[in-house]
């Protein structure tokens, strides 16, 4: 789940708030936020409030003298924040029953794509002859993600010709090939009968649509389920902390050279 610091919508009147500075104001949003992206359940160590939030002590002091903060050894933390906000226990709890659902849903699209790949062409009898398998080649949307998720083989093709009922995709012509160009065609059977069935093409035009539509929509749906049950670095959701997944691997390690080039800029700064 996707972890956020609460902010009541009364805030910004609240008693608590009445008078206080704009710097005390924005310092409590952003270390709120900081805590929440790191779970620190609520505590801003000194050193995070002057050189990441880039505030002052006197600052949190005022937020501690509004009962908003409250003193702790090496910093201060904020007034209540398990009432309001999720603590590191509840987040990594929700976190690790993901992965295990994640795991299992990978193990599962293994298991299903090694069965769907180990299928004979054909057949035996029980008198001992080959028959050819009656199994349809085409495979659904959901087969073939779980296939490719599992990198155990390929999905096999699908068919190289339309089913026999599939719907016509352009519009039936609405006259008999006879009077195709006729500017003032005569009473024809024929043309009355290709204007009915042009005129049922387009009244059922809607349903058609409609069901591609939908169709489109479970296969971005299948893929996207498919896409986090193999990623490791999301939630159940989709999201990696707060913001959506991209399910990039490369992202942590771009993540991880940014953090470490950051900290030795502020080590640089504090030595100076």
């Known amino acids: 789940m996707p972890v956020r610091f609460q902010v009541d919508p009364d805030f910004y009147d609240h008693p608590k708030t009445t008078g206080m500075s704009d710097a005390a104001f924005a310092l409590w949003v952003r270390a709120g936020s900081y805590s929440a992206a790191k779970l620190t359940d609520g505590f801003v160590s ?6 990441t939030l880039r505030s002052d002590v006197e600052v949190a002091e005022e937020l501690v003298r509004r009962g908003l903060w409250r003193r702790r050894k090496g910093g201060f933390t904020f007034h209540q924040w398990g009432d309001r906000n999720l603590t590191r226990e509840r987040v990594e709890t929700d976190r690790n029953a993901d992965r295990k659902r994640k795991q299992q849903a990978r193990k599962s699209a293994k298991t299903q794509a090694t069965t769907q790949n180990v299928r004979p062409d054909t057949a035996r009898t029980p008198t001992g002859h080959r028959t050819e ?19 155990s083989g390929h999905a096999p093709p699908a068919p190289s010709t339309p089913a026999p009922d599939a719907p016509q995709q352009t519009r039936p012509a609405d006259r008999c090939p006879t009077h195709t160009d006729d500017p003032d065609p005569p009473a024809c059977g024929q043309c009355a009968d290709a204007r009915r069935v042009a005129e049922a093409w387009d009244a059922e035009r809607p349903r058609r649509d409609a069901a591609a ?10 893929l996207r389920a498919a896409e986090i049950a193999a990623c490791r670095m999301c939630d159940g959701d989709g999201y990696a902390g707060a913001r959506v997944c991209d399910h990039d691997p ?5 993540a991880a050279r940014g953090s470490a080039a950051v900290r030795a800029a502020l080590a640089e700064r504090r030595s100076a």
């Open 213 to 222: 539509r939908s169709a489109e929509a479970r296969r971005r749906a299948e």
């Open 46 to 51: 000194e050193d995070v409030l002057v050189y």
């Open 250 to 254: 490369q992202r942590v390690d771009v």
């Open 133 to 151: 398998s009656t199994r349809n080649p085409a495979v659904s949307v959901s087969e073939s993600v779980s296939v490719s998720v599992s990198g």
